[in-house]
C-alpha cells in the first residue's frame, strides 16, 4: 500500500515539478522583455513563485527539466506577448481545474510540513496568481470587448453581404466593391456606436474605444474582401472570404475565451452558426432579389 502511495506521489510531482519549471522559465523570458516596471515586477514575482513550487516538487520527483526545450516553448510565448499582450500570455498559462484537482490527490499522500506547503501551493494556484495577473493592467484587456464588438460584428455583416451578392452579380470585382463600401459604411457607424457607449463607462477614453472598434472592423472587412480582388469566380471567392471569416473567428474567440475564463468550443461554434446562418439566408435573398429585379442580367 506505502509503494503504491509513494508510486502516485512521484506520478504527481512528476508533472507538476516539469509544469512549475516551464512557467518559471516562461515567466522569467517575459519579465526580460517587459519594459513597463509594474507589469515587470509582477511577472518576477510570479517567476519566483513558480521556481518555489518546482523546488517543492521536485524533491519527490527528482527530474531533470529539459531546459532547451522549456526555453524554446518561452520565447514562443513571448512572441505571443507581442502579439497578443502578456495578460493573454498569463493567462493562457493558468492552470486549470484538472491541475488543482490533481495537486489534491497528492495531500493524503503527504504529512506535517509537507502539506502545508502544498496547501499554500493551492492556494497560489486558486487565488493569489490570479491576483497578481489582475494587476498586469494593460490597455488591450480594457478595449478587448470594443475590439471584439468590431470584430464579430463585422464578419457576421460582411458574411451576409457577400452572400447577398451571389444571386445578383458573378462580378467578383462588383461584389468586392459592395462589401468594401458596406463594412466601411458599418465600420463608421460601430464606431459612432462604440464612442457614445464609452462615454458612461469609468476609466476608458471613448475616442480610444471608437478607434479600436472602427480599425478592427475595416481590417476585418478588407481581409473578407480581399479574395473577391484575386479570384475571379464568385463562389471560389465567397468560399474564401467564408474561410477568411471563419479563422478570423477561431482568433476572436480564442483570444476572448482566454482573457474571460469561458468555453471556447462553444462560443466558437456559436459564433460560427451564426456566421454559416446569416450565409445562408441571404443568400437566399439575394437570389430572390435578382430573380425578381433580373439584376443579375445587368451586372
Not at 509503494?3 to 516562461?26: F, I, M, Q
Not at 464578419?155 to 453581404?161: F, K, L, N, Q
Not at 460601430?190 to 474605444?209: C, D, F, I, N, R
Amino acid at each position: 500500500m506505502e509503494t503504491t502511495s509513494n508510486s502516485k506521489l512521484v506520478e504527481v510531482a512528476r508533472k507538476a515539478a516539469l509544469d512549475e519549471y516551464k512557467e518559471y522559465v516562461t515567466y522569467s523570458v517575459l519579465a526580460r522583455v517587459e519594459r513597463n516596471k509594474a507589469r515587470r515586477a509582477v511577472l518576477e514575482r510570479l517567476a519566483e513563485q513558480e521556481r518555489e513550487h518546482f523546488q517543492f516538487w521536485n524533491k519527490f520527483a527528482g527530474v531533470k527539466p529539459p531546459a532547451w526545450r522549456f526555453r524554446l516553448y518561452a520565447y514562443f510565448m513571448a512572441f505571443l506577448r507581442l502579439i497578443l499582450g502578456v495578460t493573454f500570455v498569463a493567462k493562457l498559462m493558468e492552470r486549470g481545474e484538472e491541475a488543482i484537482a490533481r495537486y489534491k490527490s497528492a495531500e493524503p499522500l503527504l504529512s506535517g510540513p509537507d502539506r502545508e506547503a502544498l496547501r499554500r501551493i493551492i492556494k497560489d494556484e486558486e487565488e493569489h496568481e490570479r491576483a497578481l495577473i489582475a494587476q498586469l493592467d494593460e490597455a488591450i484587456v480594457k478595449y478587448m470587448g470594443a475590439l471584439v464588438l468590431g470584430l464579430a460584428d463585422a464578419i457576421i455583416e460582411i458574411t451576409g453581404a457577400h452572400a447577398g451578392t451571389l444571386g445578383t452579380t458573378n462580378n467578383t470585382v462588383a461584389a468586392g466593391v459592395i462589401g468594401l463600401i458596406v463594412g466601411v459604411g458599418a465600420a463608421i457607424s460601430m464606431a459612432s456606436a462604440s464612442y457614445l457607449q464609452t462615454k458612461h463607462e469609468v476609466g476608458k477614453s471613448p475616442s480610444v474605444a471608437a478607434l479600436v472598434t472602427g480599425v478592427g472592423y475595416i481590417a476585418a472587412v478588407a481581409l473578407m474582401s480581399l479574395p473577391y480582388f484575386l479570384i475571379h469566380d464568385v463562389y471560389l471567392a465567397f468560399a474564401a472570404s467564408i474561410a477568411v471569416g471563419v479563422m478570423l473567428t477561431f482568433l476572436l474567440t480564442f483570444q476572448s475565451a482566454v482573457y474571460a475564463d469561458r468555453d471556447f468550443k462553444f462560443e466558437f461554434l456559436q459564433t460560427v452558426g451564426l456566421l454559416l446562418g446569416t450565409a445562408f439566408l441571404t443568400y437566399l435573398l439575394g437570389e430572390w432579389l435578382g430573380s425578381l429585379f433580373g439584376i443579375r442580367n445587368i451586372l
